[in-house]
T-cell receptor, first 114, second 112 residues
Framework: ETGVTQTPRHLVMGMTNKKSLKCEQHLGHNAMYWYKQSAKKPLELMFVYNFKEQTENNSVPSRFSPECPNSSHLFLHLHTLQPEDSALYLCASSQDRTDLYGYTFGSGTRLTVV | GENVEQHPSTLSVQEGDSAVIKCTYSDSASNYFPWYKQELGKRPQLIID?????GEKKDQRIAVTLNKTAKHFSLHITETQPEDSAVYFCAASPDSWGKLQFGAGTQVVVTP
């Protein structure tokens, strides 16, 4: 199994729900990332954390709220989402934000907003 | 910021033939170029990468070439097999930026 674990694998939520996605890495990396992967579109970088500090917010709507309590864990809190937010959400990690060797993805959470 | 374009969007090849995917990038400061393979329902996995101080790198049936002057890099798969069927993504990153900009992906289908 990959060194980056994401839970849950699948999530269906209503537009008024609040849910959280979890990512955990066991690679000793210090940078973690959230990506959104929609059909027929490039991978979209959402957030970057380096040594627990957020270093990038790629103009992501406030209904997505990241949290990084330590270098091994990353969360994405979701609330009042829209149907167009349905996508595969991928977590990734690397040694740090300037050392991208070993850049590893998790298996993703398939999110469906109904 | 960096912009990466990838072509073609779909590629069908006969088993045993070669497949070539091309990417161009815009930021001349980019110096790290990885390629990822994503099988249906699975995570993207790094298959090969190259730094800008190298023009070509090969790993068994997979090779990547880089032309810094023209700002393009290519993935070459030789003797394709059905298990090579997947979506392939290129990416580029300037050291100072510290993040990857991905191409839109190429769906490769290898037919027996």
């Amino acid at each position: 199994e990959t060194g980056v674990t994401q839970t849950p694998r699948h999530l269906v939520m209503g537009m008024t729900n609040k849910k959280s996605l979890k990512c955990e890495q066991h690679l000793g990396h210090n940078a973690m990332y959230w990506y959104k992967q929609s059909a027929k579109k490039p991978l979209e970088l959402m957030f970057v954390y380096n040594f627990k500090e957020q270093t990038e917010n790629n103009s992501v709507p406030s209904r997505f709220s990241p949290e990084c309590p330590n270098s091994s864990h990353l969360f994405l809190h979701l609330h009042t989402l829209q149907p167009e937010d349905s996508a595969l959400y991928l977590c990734a990690s690397s040694q740090d934000r300037t050392d991208l060797y070993g850049y590893t993805f998790g298996s993703g959470t398939r999110l469906t907003v109904v | 910021g960096e912009n990466v374009e990838q072509h073609p969007s779909t590629l069908s090849v006969q088993e045993g033939d070669s497949a070539v995917i091309k990417c161009t990038y815009s930021d001349s400061a980019s110096n790290y170029f990885p390629w990822y393979k994503q099988e249906l329902g699975k995570r993207p996995q790094l298959i090969i990468d190259i730094r800008s101080n190298v023009g070509e790198k090969k790993d068994q049936r997979i090779a990547v070439t880089l032309n810094k002057t023209a700002k393009h890099f290519s993935l070459h798969i030789t003797e394709t097999q059905p298990e090579d069927s997947a979506v392939y993504f290129c990416a580029a990153s300037p050291d100072s930026w510290g993040k990857l900009q991905f191409g839109a992906g190429t769906q490769v289908v290898v037919t027996p």
